[in-house]
DNA sequence: CGCATTTGACCAGCGC
DNA sequence: GCGCTGGTCAAATGCG
């Protein structure tokens, strides 16, 4: 599995560009989070003159297209060497739009050079699942340990859902023959606010709190509350890095669908669903393929509306993409489980009409 | 008054 | 065996 992450590296890190390697790899790593849960727009484009931050991956995919502000920017240059003959100025424009239209075609290549390794991943894990179980014994690793094995991306691509040592740091009481799935979520918020509250759509009720060796800031400790069964945990804390940011870890999986904006209410996470962007390259040191969720600022201009970017894939590559989402999403437990319950409610709600 | 949160105590795994 | 550490429990506290 390590060899193929590196393979994939080798192949992002051909370039001679090996400042935007890093964010190139976040890039991807968020383009591969949105092709397995996004059943929205999926845009290589690139925007250089965005701030990672400000990037949307679910509800406003990604900044507009490459080719306006292209546009843009040789419009802006013309108008300025019609003004003030700055034709330096032209020119540089024209380099950063030439190099813009580089990075993307990398992207893009990347892209594909992404779905073919995960593909490669999926047939490895699916010849070599024993690798993915660790051994009981091995109650307690170090955080940092349990940050790498994070860090590797799952069986469908998935970066955020693998199987790690952490699933098997409970208690004997609370094991389980399932192997319980474990991902990560960065969120940013304000740099003034305390709270450790990451608001997703569920109901969490916090049990503890906890300061530990490797980081000054508490760490939270939350189960869901929605359901009584739901074995589902969630563990928040500031990241040493960045202490805007909140890195939270969540364990299990929900056995009920999200509660609704409404329900979701009486809880902590005052309606609050998930928009995610993707953490810029340097936030947060181990956490690579994590996601930042970006509550603290408000949907501007670039919104779901008018950030949807215009398609410019060819057909094929847009039916694949099609098709990858769909395959994604049809693989996710928490999708069908979900749908299933929408499906069993809608039926039930117009039995008793 | 009921519920959620806080916080100190306790438990268990790991390393020495 | 002991100390360190992360995780959990449960009584105390606060809030609506």
């Excluded at 940050?147 to 609370?174: V, W």
């Excluded at 500031?238 to 890195?247: E, G, N, W």
Aim: charged content about 25%; overall charge positive.
């Amino acid at each position: 599995m390590l060899d193929l992450l590196g393979q994939f590296q080798t192949i992002c890190g051909g370039d001679s560009r090996s400042s935007n390697l890093a964010w190139n790899l976040q890039l991807v790593n968020s383009f591969s989070k949105a092709m397995d849960y996004s059943s929205s727009c999926v845009d290589t484009s690139l925007d250089l003159n965005s701030k990672p931050y400000h990037r949307e991956l679910y509800d406003a995919p990604l900044p507009p297209p490459k080719k306006e502000l292209e546009s843009k920017f040789i419009d802006f240059g013309m108008k300025l060497g019609a003004k003030q003959e700055t034709g330096p100025l032209v020119e540089e424009l024209n380099r950063v739009s030439a190099e813009n239209k580089k990075l993307t075609e990398m992207l893009t290549m990347m892209c594909e050079n992404y779905n073919s390794l995960r593909n490669q991943l999926a047939e490895y894990m699916n010849k070599n699942p024993a690798e993915k179980e660790l051994s009981p014994s091995k109650k307690r690793k170090s955080e940092s340990s349990n940050n790498n094995s994070n860090n590797i991306i799952g069986a469908n691509g998935n970066s955020e859902s693998s199987s790690t040592d952490e699933e098997s740091c409970k208690k004997p009481r609370e094991e389980e023959p399932i192997k319980t799935k474990v991902w990560k979520t960065c969120v940013r918020t304000e740099a003034t606010d305390t709270s450790l509250i990451v608001k997703d759509g569920y109901q969490w009720r916090k049990y503890g709190q906890k300061v530990t060796r490797d980081n000054p800031s508490p760490r939270a400790y939350f189960k869901c509350s929605f359901a009584p069964s739901c074995p589902v945990k969630k563990k928040v804390q500031r990241s040493v890095d960045d202490q805007s940011i909140l890195v939270a870890t969540y364990e299990g999986e929900h056995n009920h669908p999200q509660p609704s904006p409404l329900e979701a209410t009486s809880g902590q996470n005052r309606g609050m669903t998930l928009t995610s962007v993707p953490c810029s390259a340097n936030a947060i040191s181990s956490s690579g393929p994590n996601i930042t969720l970006d509550f603290t600022k408000p949907k501007s201009g670039t919104d779901s509306k008018s950030a949807k970017p215009a398609r410019t894939e060819s057909p094929d590559v847009r039916k694949f993409l099609v098709d990858q989402m769909a395959s994604s999403l049809t693989k996710d437990p928490n999708f069908t489980a979900a749908l299933a319950a929408a499906i069993s409610g809608r039926i039930y709600q117009q039995k008793s009409n």
